[in-house]
């Protein structure tokens, strides 16, 4: 595998991410490491920000999807599922997803195993496996809050959110949205939260405080996640099943723009670039990463990854972005600079979610 060493911080970028010189030298060093969740091996690879070799799989438990770390780096935090995996559905000429006729809902439910789902906390410093708490049933995807203290979960097969208090690991409340909930995202100023259904491509805005739903509109089917420009003012959502991404008008909670991708784009997860000047989609069956100009929307450039890239993750200094490829068993490196991919990195078991975390200090 080529070793590719991160270039040294400049001052500027220092400015823009309210570094530290002496953080910005230990980012520039590779002072990260990548923890990607490999969902059909139920382990966590995890990769050096130093030369991007692998340096440890860690058991964590069934089908490890949505992960994200605390806020002060110490825990990586993942979702755990008893519920069995499913193919991609097939497409039809448009792109939506072929739903299955006769199919048993109880059969499935009554083949998942309950006692697998929650959230499990990894210790990042020791690389080990602390434990597992509730959280509902088949955590997919979910957001912390920013001072950790809470955790908002989309529930994919009871159609619901939950709320965890994340200190003690106890259920604050739950509310019903519709099918198959996917996407979690939290408004910068944490007044409100996302939460995407991708059966019918309903969105509901929750209050994160009252925990009451404040607004609801519906996108094209299968919108995968929730992306906010640093401001608030406007949130991203993808519609895999007609390869957009949907702008939102987060005062009003209405979709101002619908923006089509290249031919082929089935967008899984969007990222907002920390400086809030570019959209990066990754496209799933597409094999790419898609750039957009966060004001213009013009498609800035597509950078071809591994096979069905599906999670995203910025380097914290902001010069590297990787991508999970599932059937590819792989995470891309991608050089924000040149907008190549750089090299690739073994992570077996369908690599699915993926988060950078700074080095202790």
């Known amino acids: 595998m080529m070793k590719i060493f991160p270039p040294h911080c400049s001052a500027g970028l220092a400015a823009v991410f ?3 010189l002496s953080a910005c030298t230990s980012f520039a060093d590779g002072g990260y490491q990548v923890f990607v969740s490999n969902e059909k091996s139920g382990s966590l690879t995890v990769i050096s920000g130093k030369d991007f070799s692998v340096v440890t799989n860690l058991p964590v438990g069934k089908r490890p999807r949505g ?5 002060d780096g110490k825990t990586v935090y993942v979702a755990l599922s008893g519920t069995p995996i499913e193919p991609p559905p097939q497409l039809d000429a448009n792109g939506n997803p072929i ?9 499935d439910k009554a083949k998942a195993d309950k006692s697998a789902d929650g959230i499990g906390l990894v210790d990042v410093a020791a690389k080990k496996f602390l434990r597992k708490i509730s959280a509902g049933s088949d955590p997919e995807q979910f957001v912390l809050s920013a001072d950790g203290s809470r955790i908002y979960i989309a529930n994919e097969d009871v159609g619901a959110a939950t709320i965890l208090n994340a200190t003690n690991g106890k259920v604050i409340t739950f509310v019903p949205v519709s099918r198959e909930p996917e996407g979690v995202g939290i408004s910068p100023d944490e007044k409100f939260f996302y939460v995407s259904c991708e059966t019918a491509g309903d969105v509901f805005a929750i209050d994160a405080k009252t925990y009451k739903v404040i607004g609801h509109f519906v996108v094209h089917p299968r919108p995968r996640s929730v992306a906010f420009l640093p401001d608030g003012s406007r949130a991203f959502i ?17 979709v101002l723009k619908t923006i089509a991708l290249p031919k082929g784009s089935r967008p899984m997860t969007v990222k907002v670039s920390p400086a809030g000047k570019k959209i990066y989609a990754s ?5 790419t990463v898609v750039v957009l100009d966060a004001s213009t929307y ?35 490196v991608v050089d924000l600079a040149t907008g190549k991919e ?7 078991g369908s690599p699915w979610g993926i988060v950078a975390v700074p080095d202790a200090k």
Request: no cysteine.
């Open 298 to 332: 013009e498609l800035l450039n597509t950078i071809p990854v591994g096979k069905r890239p599906w999670g995203l993750a910025f380097s914290p200094d902001g010069k590297f972005l990787f991508t999970a490829n599932g059937p590819s068993d792989d995470v891309s």
């Open 18 to 20: 309210l570094l530290t």
């Open 99 to 107: 739903l299955k006729k006769n199919s048993d809902d109880d059969e």
């Open 238 to 254: 993808p519609s895999e099943s007609t390869g957009e991404i949907n702008v939102v008008d987060t005062a009003t909670h209405t």
């Open 283 to 287: 496209t799933g069956r597409g094999g």
């Open 342 to 348: 750089i090299t690739r990195v073994k992570s077996p």
């Open 67 to 71: 992960i994200h770390a605390s806020p």
